[in-house]
């Protein structure tokens, strides 16, 4: 992924993650205040009752005994703060609102409303009653109290909110604070695995330059020693080993010797555009990838040991379209993939088997890389193309993420892992757009 492509992902998981916060944060609002509504009118509801059934039974029979029992045993039931009230405003009944009324005798009440002095204490608890009246009022509409079979008024129900619908208006807020906690811990959790992963990649892109140099390099040695070697050998004096006379070279091993030394030099310098074109904009132009699939085919040829004659390279090419390419880099992404599944080979005989074909369905060109070596677990798979994740004793780990890269952010293709059977082998297929 490019630097652009970076700053894209991370601008679209903040946006996701954002915009999920936002949505989490509407429908806890949304739901609350649906469920407010909902106890509210459950709650008036309840109070019209309440007002329905005291007015039938009237107001002076509040002060029957049975009926104060069966009063108090209705309202004992409830869950939010009530008031009945008779014509002049005096509370003859409540429940809920901070003041026990066995401790306001009905016949105080009744010397208050008659304008007879009562206790100091009791008068107190009567004004507090009042009071929470008056604030219950603010809230709701006293229901007035009508007996059934006339018009007169015998009193009022004052009615207010359950304890709990105050908890539950502070809930959206208290959402919001706890959503916007763990959004700031998510992105800070997101950037500190960013810049572990950024880490990552840059320690693993220096070890695999310095790989990726030392094959070469450990083979222009070699023919440097073997060169040298044609100058004599031990006991010869300096001046002739070191060029001081003439030195013979059968034609055919010079030749040979100078055609393995420029395909090094070729490989270096190879090796130094691949790496060039990390965090650069790579061309590409129309051409044929079957050319650079034989090429690298070839070249990984070269590198299995000729003494392990149970490893065979398949190649399989059919007429195929032009494609958006770049042979530098697809080279690097192939060669990755031969590289790995080289490796995965655990029992003899082993294969690997490179096609180029047309997949009609989807009218792009596919760069298959098959074998029968030791294949992946479901958690592998899902693995497989994390910076650093490898399942060898030896590597760093950046071979399928730098070929997806390579593939993906630079033309446009998907690299997957079509299948994978421990045991079995592993199908990884590069899709180019034609």
């Known amino acids: 992924m490019n630097g652009r492509g970076a700053i894209s992902l991370t601008r679209l998981l903040n946006t996701g993650v954002i915009a999920g916060s936002v949505l989490l944060v509407v429908a806890v609002f949304v739901f609350t205040d649906r469920v407010i509504h909902r106890l509210s009118s459950q709650v008036a509801t309840t109070s019209q009752v309440f007002a329905e059934f005291f007015a039938s039974a009237s107001l002076p029979a509040t002060r029957s005994l049975e009926v104060q029992r069966i009063f108090s045993e209705v309202i004992g039931r409830i869950d939010f703060p009530i008031v009945i009230t008779d014509r002049e405003g005096n509370p003859r009944a409540w429940r809920g609102v901070g003041i026990d009324p066995a401790l306001v005798p009905a016949a105080s009440i009744d010397s208050l409303s008659e304008r007879r002095p009562i206790s100091p204490a009791i008068h107190a608890r009567i004004e507090e009653v009042r009071r929470r009246t008056a604030q219950m009022d603010r809230g709701h509409d006293p229901i007035v109290m009508r007996q059934s079979a006339g018009r007169d008024t015998l009193g009022y129900l004052h009615f207010g909110d359950p304890p709990v619908m105050a908890k539950l208006r502070w809930m959206p807020y208290v959402t919001v604070g706890s959503v916007g906690l763990l959004v700031a811990v998510g992105l800070m959790a997101l950037a500190g695995i960013r810049a572990a992963e950024k880490r990552t990649i840059w320690v693993g892109m220096a070890k695999e330059t310095a790989h990726q140099l030392g094959t070469p390099l450990s083979s222009m040695l070699g023919w440097i020693e073997l060169l040298r070697g044609y100058g004599g050998g031990e006991g010869e004096d300096d001046a002739r080993r070191y060029g001081g006379g003439d030195v013979n070279i059968p034609r055919g091993e010079f030749e040979e010797t100078l055609a393995e030394m420029e395909r090094d030099v070729e490989r270096l310098s190879k090796i130094a555009q691949r790496f060039s074109h990390v965090g650069s904009a790579a061309v590409v132009q129309p051409q044929d990838v079957t050319p650079t699939v034989r090429h690298v085919v070839q070249y990984m040829r070269r590198r299995v040991p000729k003494s392990d004659a149970g490893i065979q390279l398949i190649e399989r090419y059919h007429e195929v379209p032009p494609v958006n390419l770049n042979s530098e880099l697809m080279e690097w992404a192939i060669e990755n993939l031969i590289a790995n599944a080289l490796s995965a080979l655990d029992k003899r005989p082993g294969w690997v088997e490179v096609e180029v074909a047309l997949r009609p369905q989807t009218e792009s060109v596919e760069i298959t890389v098959r074998d029968n070596g030791r294949g992946m677990s479901r958690e592998e798979q899902s693995r497989a193309f994390e910076p650093g994740f490898t399942t060898r004793s030896r590597g760093w780990g950046l071979g399928l993420a730098l070929a ?28 180019l757009p034609t």
Do not use: A, E, F, N
């Open 404 to 431: 997806r890269r390579v593939v993906q952010d630079y033309h446009g293709g998907k690299l997957t892992i079509r299948s994978s059977v421990p045991g079995q082998g592993t199908t990884m297929v590069i899709s």
